[in-house]
């Protein structure tokens, strides 16, 4: 390229219909130029005050919109802060968390604590009433859990069950109601003690009911409910308090059903109804053996408390009459003969106080003629002579 063509401005074709006059003389004005320059810079000013217009226009809702977003982000701070206050109704424990991690127990009332994710109050309700079911030993294999069903025979692979002390199966379901103690140290090891504490009750409930059937034959299992129930109560709040002391409940209550494998039913039932025969009669005989022995008890009483008085009345009179005989034998050292006398007239006068008739005898053969003809006994009613 040429220096010529360097310095030449550039100049656009206007069509291919222009003629070599044209092209050589490009800067050359008509006699118009002047009125249509003038025209150009008016419609340039007038495009100028359009824009103008337009540009403030744009700022001053730019400026509206800005103090509108301005206004809802303050509107949102303030929600966002507020939303954080929590009421804790009564009868409901409450933890407050920060980034997950325990913080704090809230009491019922109106509670303050950051949005999450930054807090979080997680409420416990203490008074509910919640259960864990253990179907382990009761419900059947199946995608439906059924409770034992007759069959003609027992499969352990199938059919739940537990394995009694005495090498026998029965069919066993525990039930278990329990509320929280009002305490956070309870709340917290709920909540957050375990990984699913769902899952570590009912494992706990399981291991009770396994371990406290196999300490009872299958026959106590099921008739003597009550003492199984307290057993496996018992064992429960044992393994508990083992894995976390601090998980304490106000209340913890079983619910039991047992059933012996349904196709032995019958026998069962026949052993049953023996056993509680054999159970009244040894019943019945116990309260006879007592019967017994109180009656001897008091004829026994009652012969040791005649013995005891004679003794006492025989004991009496011989004190009386060695007093007598005491009190007397200076008088028979003194006249012996005097005494006899008067002692035989003492004697006579006892003999014969209530005597009808009196004999005086004397001599060596004395004889005797009675021909007075004795009176008549008078009968009773209804005596016969």
Do not use: C
């Amino acid at each position: 390229m040429s220096d010529d063509e360097k310095q030449a401005p550039d100049v656009e074709p206007q069509g291919d219909d222009m003629s070599d006059d044209e092209k050589q003389a490009p800067n050359v004005e008509t006699p118009n130029a002047e009125e249509n320059t003038r025209e150009i810079d008016h419609s340039h000013g007038q495009t100028e005050v359009i824009d103008d217009a337009r540009t403030r226009a744009l700022a001053e809702a730019l400026q509206s919109s800005f103090i509108i977003i301005r206004v809802i982000m303050v509107i949102l701070a303030v929600v966002f802060i507020f939303s954080g206050i929590t009421t804790v109704e009564t009868g409901t424990n409450a933890l407050k968390l920060r980034f997950g991690k325990f913080i704090e127990p809230l009491k019922p009332g109106l509670r303050f604590a950051w949005p999450y994710p930054i807090n979080e109050i997680v409420e416990i309700k203490i008074a509910e009433d919640r259960e864990i079911v253990s179907g382990i030993g009761w419900f059947t294999d199946e995608e439906e859990p059924l409770p034992p069903q007759p069959s003609p025979s027992f499969d352990p692979e199938y059919d739940g069950y537990t394995v009694t002390g005495d090498g026998n199966t029965i069919h066993v379901k525990a039930t278990m109601n329990f509320s929280l103690a009002e305490d956070s140290g309870a709340i917290k090891a709920y909540e957050f003690g375990f990984s699913s504490v769902t899952d570590f009750l009912n494992s706990s409930l399981d291991n009770a009911v396994f371990h406290e059937s196999a300490r009872r034959s299958a026959f106590d299992a099921t008739t003597d409910t009550t003492s199984f129930k307290a057993d496996i109560q018992n064992r429960v709040r044992k393994v508990i308090e083992r894995n976390n002391p601090e998980l304490k409940f106000k209340e913890l209550k079983i619910a039991l059903e047992t059933l012996v494998p349904l196709e032995v039913q019958p026998a069962v039932d026949a052993y049953g109804t023996v056993e509680q025969d054999s159970q009244k009669k040894v019943g019945e005989a116990g309260k006879t053996g007592k019967t017994v022995v109180v009656k001897a008890k008091g004829q026994a009483k009652l012969i040791e408390e005649g013995g005891s008085t004679a003794s006492t009345k025989l004991r009496t009179s011989i004190q009386a009459e060695a007093k007598s005989f005491k009190d007397q034998l200076p008088h028979y050292e003194s006249n012996p003969e005097l005494f006899e006398q008067r002692l035989v007239s003492e004697a006579m006068q006892q003999i014969l106080t209530n005597a009808v008739d009196v004999f005086y005898l004397s001599g060596r053969q004395p004889r005797i003629w009675l021909n007075r003809t004795p009176e008549k006994r008078k009968l009773k009613e209804g005596e016969t002579p």
